[in-house]
């Protein structure tokens, strides 16, 4: 990872680059622009291997773009590790707390988890987490949970507010599916009275399955999976 490469936890952020001397920032963005792989954007594969090939990089890479003409940013997932745990937690915090003030869910949304919950789950054998970056930002973060057969489940994916509704949840969705090819059924869940999420699943191809979870007298979890090629059975971790 780049971290290994400096010698010290690099964060992809305005704050965290500003840090940085114009050479160190080069290198963090020759290696993000070296994996940029798009229908629209398709950089050549022999030169970024020319360019990168000296660099260590054990962390998974994959960027997209959002928008269109001038208007278009670069969204990537970076796969995740323990040192940015605390940083997971902070965004998690910030991007649930409105539903959190909203559907008073204390006891199960994610802005009442701990640090050490997210370290935990970043050492599961069968969890990932990558972080969403939109430009140079962390804005986010998924976790993608193996539940084998070629199953997976995105648990959870979240953005901070200022950087939802600009179409950056709808290119980590193409992201993924790209990056776990093998997968033939994704799963997920959400609160049945955020049409908007509902609408957004299912705009990506995701269909409501039976049965749902009442937490309280506001809200209601309800689930989702898209089927890629064939059905496989379910089998889940917890």
Request: proline share 3%.
């Amino acid at each position: 990872m780049l971290s290994q490469h400096f010698g010290e936890p690099i964060e992809i952020s305005e704050h965290g680059l500003s840090k940085r001397d114009k050479n160190e920032v080069e290198i963090v963005m020759n290696v993000i622009s070296g994996w940029i792989l798009t229908k629209k954007h398709r950089p050549s594969i022999v030169e970024a291997h020319e360019r990168l090939k000296d660099t260590k990089l054990p962390r998974s890479v994959s960027f997209g773009r959002v928008g269109d003409g001038h208007d278009q940013f670069s969204v990537g997932l970076v796969q995740a590790d323990i040192q940015d745990a605390a940083l997971i937690h902070e965004m998690q915090v910030r991007a649930f707390m409105p539903l959190l003030r909203k559907y008073e869910d204390f006891d199960t949304n994610p802005a009442n988890e701990t640090v050490e919950q997210i370290v935990e789950r970043l050492q599961q054998p069968f969890s990932e987490y990558c972080l969403i970056v939109f430009n140079t930002l962390s804005v986010g973060a998924i976790r993608i949970v193996d539940n084998q057969n070629k199953t997976y489940r995105v648990s959870p994916i979240f953005l901070l507010p200022e950087y939802q509704g600009r179409g950056i949840a709808q290119t980590v969705f193409e992201l993924i599916e790209r990056q776990y090819a093998d997968a033939e059924k994704w799963e997920l869940a959400t609160i049945l009275q955020e049409a908007g999420l509902c609408y957004l699943y299912e705009k990506m191809g995701y269909r409501r399955t039976e049965g749902s979870k009442v937490i309280n007298d506001k809200m209601t979890i309800v689930f989702y999976e898209k089927r890629m090629e064939g059905g496989t059975d379910r089998q889940y971790h917890v």
